[in-house]
């Protein structure tokens, strides 16, 4: 079964850092990996969603990585402001279909 | 556009209760996914349809659990009976058909079985 880990588990930055959440996982061998955020008392948003024929996907001031080989994905957060404050989860998927879920980072911007 | 909805937003009730929980896709999605989320286990799958048709039931956790999507805009999550370890966030989510497709989530389930 397909495990994944997420570091770090918590993260506190002031407004205007740049920032990278890490993700690895056990079987390199996905179809793709997903990157959503879950704010409290909320379901999950999809923020990016990365083939595994690609290296990375980028979505406004979101950037995310992908190395499937060493079974690892970055998000890259720019500028980051109090409204990126939320929970980020990685999943990747082996079918395409059924995703295996991160613990995720917990992520705090302070103003 | 409306999302994915879920009914009841919270459910508390005692243990040996039938509960059933409600979920509307997005219209014309046609895969639609039940999650579970616990602190201790975080975010499991645990059946997904796809036109309908139950796909994998492989993380239902015992015959206690069961799921049906009689239609292509409506599926139920049922415990019964109901235990205290049943309490968790029951997530439902639908995509398009087919891989590469981000998945679309309800706010979820709060269920508290006491």
């Known amino acids: 079964k397909q495990e994944v880990t997420q570091i770090p588990a918590a993260l506190s930055v002031p407004e205007g850092e740049n920032l990278v959440l890490n993700c690895s996982f056990t079987?390199?061998?996905?179809?793709?990996l997903q990157w959503f955020r879950q704010d409290p008392g909320k379901g999950l948003t999809s923020l990016l969603l990365?083939?595994?024929?690609?290296r990375e996907q980028t979505s406004g001031r979101l950037n995310a990585s992908l190395d499937k080989s060493s079974g690892r994905s970055t998000l890259y957060i720019a500028a980051s402001q109090p409204g990126d404050s939320a929970t980020y989860l990685c999943?990747?998927?082996?079918?395409?279909?059924?995703?295996?879920f991160g613990t995720g980072t917990s992520l705090t911007v302070i103003p | 556009d409306a999302g994915v909805i879920q009914s009841p937003r919270h459910e508390v009730t005692e243990m040996g209760q039938e509960v059933t929980l409600r979920c509307k896709p997005i219209?014309?999605?046609?895969?639609l996914f039940w999650y579970r989320q616990t602190m201790m286990r975080g975010l499991e799958l645990l059946i997904y349809?796809?036109?309908?048709?139950?796909?994998?039931d492989s993380g239902m956790p015992e015959d206690r659990f069961s799921a049906k999507m009689p239609n292509a805009s409506f599926s139920t999550l049922k415990i019964q009976p109901s235990e205290p370890r049943d309490s968790a966030v029951y997530f439902c989510?639908?995509?398009?058909?087919?891989?590469?497709?981000?998945?679309?989530f309800g706010d979820g389930t709060r269920l508290s079985i006491l």
């Open positions: 989510a639908s995509s398009p058909l087919g891989s590469n497709q981000p998945q679309h």
């Open positions: 079987d390199s061998a996905i179809y793709n």
């Open positions: 990365i083939q595994s024929s690609q």
């Open positions: 999943a990747p998927s082996d079918t395409g279909n059924q995703f295996y």
């Open positions: 219209s014309g999605h046609n895969s």
């Open positions: 349809f796809n036109n309908n048709v139950p796909i994998d």
